[in-house]
Structures are given as C-alpha cells and as structure tokens.
C-alpha cells in the first residue's frame, strides 16, 4: 500500500534508512570504541565497565574463540545468561570472531535446552555458574564441544570477588551442583584471549548474526536467522526515529528486560551501544526492592518494558519517590500495554508511555509510535523507515483503510528465514519479501497501526469474533483487579466461552461485581461467562502472559 504513515513522522525522521550504512556490526562496535572509549558502557551490580573496557574484553574473548578453541567463521555460540556484565562482552566477541550468537534462555529446562542446541548445532556455550548444571544434564546428548563458565563474583575485585561467590554459593544457595568434564572459567577465557594480538575476521552484511529462537507458542521453538544486515537496519531504523531525542548528554538507559531477549538486544543494547549511552543492567527484575535501589541510584534518561513490568513497579509504594527528571522515553512492547497502565504511568512519571511493536523475525521493530506524542493513543504507531505494511483479508488481498485483517510486513529487517526449517519460513515468508506477522490489525487514514490481537487467540463465540485484548483492557481498568488474562474454552452452546483469569489486589472482588462492571462496558456476548480468580498468571521470560498456558490448563 502507499506509505500513507509518512505524513505522520516528526520532523527530522527520514523516510528511509541506509542498511547498509556498516559491512556489519563489528564496523559499528569499533567506530563506537574509538568515539566513545572514556565513558561508562555498562553497569550491574555497582561495577562499571567503560566502553575501553569493553573493547578489550570482548576482543579477548574474540580471540580465545577462534585461537583457544579453534572456532571457525559460522560456528554457533549459545549465551545462558541473565542481564550480567559478562553478556555484552561474550556478545561482541562471538560477533567479533566472526560467529553466530544464539541466545539462550538460562531457566531452560533441560528439554528445552536440549532442542535448542541440536536443532542450532551448536558448539560452545557460554553459561552463568547459576545454571551449568542444565548444561552439565544434556551436554552429552548435544555437539556442544566447549563450555566457558561465568560467575557473578567476576566482576568484583578481590577480597569482594571471594566473599561474593562464598554468599551466592552457600549462603543464598543460588548454584546447584554441576559436574563438567572439560570447561574454562570465564575469566581464564579472558586471559587466554588477552595474550594474542587480535587480528579481525572479514564479516559480510549477509552473515548470520543471530539464531533468535520464538517463543515457541504453537510449538518448538524456531531459530530466526538475522543478519549483519537485518541487525544494523533495525538499529538505524532506531536510531532515526530516537535521533531528535538524543541530547548532548550521555543517555542512561534501565535494561530489565533481559538482554537474551530480541526487543532489549535491539533496543537497548545496541541501539544505546551506537549512542555512547550507560546502560544499566537489572539482573532480576522481580526483586523489586533492589530494582528501585537501581533506579534511584542513577538519573535516567530512558526505560523499556513490558505491560506487566510498568505494572508491577506502579504497585511498589517507593517507585513514587524515584527521580524521574531526565525521563524522556519510556518504551512498552512485547505485549499489548493497556490504556489504564499508561495514564497512571504518565501521572506517576510524568513521562508518556510509548507503545511499540515488533517480533523475533524482525529483528524485531516494525512500528514505534511518534516521539512527540503527548499521551497513550491506544495504537503501536507508525512504520519505522524503509518499512511497509499491509493488512490483509484471509484470501491475502489488501483490505481497505480501517478494516481488520493480517498485519503484513516488508523491509530490510526481516529475516533469511527460519533455522532448517523451509516449509515453516515458506508459510510465513514469500519470495517477494512480504512477512505473515500471526496478528489482527487495523490502519488508519494516518497510517496508525492498532493490533486487535493475535489470530490464534480470538474466541468464536457463536459465530462473533471476540478479541481478548479488548476485554482484558476492561477488566484491569476496574478498580481492584491487578491483572487479567482471558481465553476462548470449548463450549456446547455457543462453540467457544470467554474465560477470564483474574489477579485481585482487593479481595472484595467477586465474579457478580465483576460482571456487573463489564455489563457496563461490553455488550453480552464479550462478557466472560466464567472467571477464575487466581494468585498470579503464568508468564514467559520477558513478562508477557501466557494465555496458551491458561488454555491448557
């Protein structure tokens, strides 16, 4: 369709980007070293590592790849690691090795890990102490050949280092045991690279960088193949669209969206990596008392989260006294980000929460909402540059401008493809470029997206198409629920029922009350006709809720 979204862009964001504006992203690492190599690139933890620092490790590791353990350009690499100072730097130097990062969820079972290593093939895998004992369980079913074992006491000094791991080891108890054969100590990598003069690795823009695995919602996960290319696209794309909020200050960005995660790989560590900015790593997010400790520790420029995430840190009674004086941008994707959460974000912050779409195959940004927006509109926003959308009808014709149909995408983000998985990219991915995203969406005269919800999600009740997103926006938007997720379940009546799950922060809350309030909002076939009132919903690594788990269950 024309690029009718053009229209909308704040002044100064281009209409297209240059993909290939670097061969890949090692160019970019290295420009960004020389321009920004005083500054603090990284914190957790209280430790900091400048951007000088982050060169030299990460060209190390780079070097202990390919020299220690013989890795050839391709090779697959796994990170099991949570938001610690150890990710970026095994990232960039996987990167810098000339091989292929595939990230890892590290709370994995050990079936989970199993499929993702074999099906990425992959050889060497770089795992926080936490979780080695997943490894240690599958290793020898897989054709992983290295392992590099990190441990969070690596980035303190000594005598800190020794008192920390004896805390998280036997005090907290935070480290099963593990058995491995063969291993290296992470800092022992770092040393072994250290001592051989780094030599670069010709990288193409063709070149896989990543093996992004799904979610796996509608089965095993899939790896989606994401280039040099797609990558440093997707960071321009970024960069554009952020580029009349960038000040003359270093930003300071809050990372607690984890960064094996493909919206904060993107958004927060690469696309900050480019701007010189701090980025603050959060390894766990669900201790709140130390997350805000973090906040206030630094006068931050920009956060990005989920729903569920802005959520929770409303409902914490200290968020209120944190210093949201530099705030600018705060970012909501992953999940749809409800309308009750944002006003109350907006009015505790005084900062707007923008919302934004994307997805694993592409890389993931597709259409972030203007700058310059004042307040939440309820839409994911416009096409990013060099991006064209489509909606269509289940025949794969374009639909007219405001009617709901298949949210397609086109662009230089997409990905190759899906990891030796032909007949699953050929279902998703046509020769002409053109990306099935799986979501119901609309456009407007502005060329404003709005995701109605995922195609696998809506209830057919009696015939009428029902959208859980429409009816969990009512429910939190009642006073006394903090969360809710619903779902169709098989009815003899009228095909499917709308079910309701819901998290009560007042116990007052009964189903006739709840009822009664969506009587008010909903016309009677969007009504649930059950609820189940429950202590928390189940939720994946990033936050979103899980709506297939409550369906199974």
């Known amino acids: 369709m024309e690029r009718i979204w053009l229209q909308s862009y704040e002044p100064g964001v281009p209409a297209d980007i240059d993909p290939d504006k670097y061969t890949s992203l090692n160019e970019m690492f290295f420009e960004c070293f020389e321009k920004y190599r005083s500054l603090p690139a990284f914190t957790n933890m209280g430790q900091i590592i400048t951007y000088a620092t982050l060169e030299q490790d990460s060209k190390a590791f780079a070097m202990f790849l390919r020299q220690t353990l013989k890795l050839e350009k ?36 050990p079936d989970e890990l199993l499929h993702q290593m074999n099906d990425s093939q992959t050889q060497a895998i770089v795992v926080l102490e936490n979780f080695a004992h997943t490894v240690a369980a ?42 491995l054969d063969n291993f290296y100590w992470y800092k022992d990598a770092i040393k072994l690279g250290s001592a051989i003069p780094f030599t670069q690795v010709q990288v193409k823009n063709a070149d896989i960088a990543f093996l992004q695995y799904t979610g796996g919602t509608t089965g095993k996960a899939k790896g989606a193949m994401l280039t040099h290319r797609n990558m440093v696209a997707n960071m321009e794309q970024a960069a554009a669209w952020l580029s009349q909020m960038l000040g003359s200050e270093q930003e300071i960005i809050i990372t607690a ?55 929770l840190l409303l409902n914490q009674p200290d968020f209120a006294t944190v210093d949201f004086s530099r705030l600018k941008l705060c970012l909501g994707g992953g999940m749809q980000v409800q309308e009750v959460v944002a006003k109350r974000w907006q009015d505790v912050t005084k900062c707007r929460l923008l919302e934004a779409y994307g997805l694993t195959e592409c890389a993931p940004a597709v259409c972030i909402n203007p700058m310059n927006l004042n307040s939440y509109n309820g839409s994911i926003g416009l096409p990013v540059p060099s991006t064209e959308v489509s909606i269509r009808d289940e025949n794969r014709n374009e639909v007219e401008i405001g009617k709901e149909g298949e949210l397609w995408v086109r662009g230089p983000q997409v990905m190759l493809g899906y990891w030796n998985q032909p007949t699953e990219t050929a279902n998703v991915l046509f020769p002409d470029g053109w990306l099935r995203t799986g979501d119901v969406a609309t456009i407007d005269a502005k060329g404003f997206v709005r995701i109605v919800d995922r195609i696998k999600d809506v209830i057919n009740v009696s015939g ?60 009677g076939y969007k009504i649930p006709s059950q609820i189940e009132f429950r202590d928390s919903l189940p939720k994946n690594n990033v936050g979103k809720i899980l709506r297939r788990l409550l369906r199974h269950q």
């Open 138 to 179: 599958v290793i020898k079913d897989t054709q992983i050949k290295h392992v590099v074992v990190a441990r969070i006491s690596d980035i303190f000094h000594q005598p800190k280092a020794t008192l920390v791991n004896f805390v998280v080891k036997y005090i907290k108890h935070m480290v099963p045991a593990w058995n």
């Open 464 to 523: 009428f198409k029902v959208f859980p997103n429409e009816i969990e926006g009512v429910l939190v938007a009642m006073p006394g629920i903090l969360e809710a997720s619903v779902v169709g379940v098989p009815d003899p009546n009228h095909g499917e029922a709308v079910k309701a799950f819901i998290v009560r922060k007042d116990p007052d809350i009964t189903e006739k009350k709840v009822r009664a309030y969506c009587h008010e909002h909903l016309t």
């Open 257 to 311: 969206l984890p960064l094996y995660h493909i919206f904060s790989l993107t958004a927060n560590c690469l696309t900050f990596i480019r701007a010189g900015a701090l980025n603050v790593l959060v390894t766990n997010p669900r201790d709140t008392k130390a997350f805000i400790k973090d906040l206030k520790r630094y006068k931050f420029t920009t956060l990005t989260g989920v729903n569920t995430l802005f959520n």
């Open 74 to 109: 391709g090779a697959r690499v796994a990170i099991m690691m949570p938001n610690v100072l150890q990710y970026p730097v095994c990232m960039l130097g996987i990167l810098m090795a000339g091989c292929t990062v595939v990230n890892v969820n590290p709370l994995y079972t």
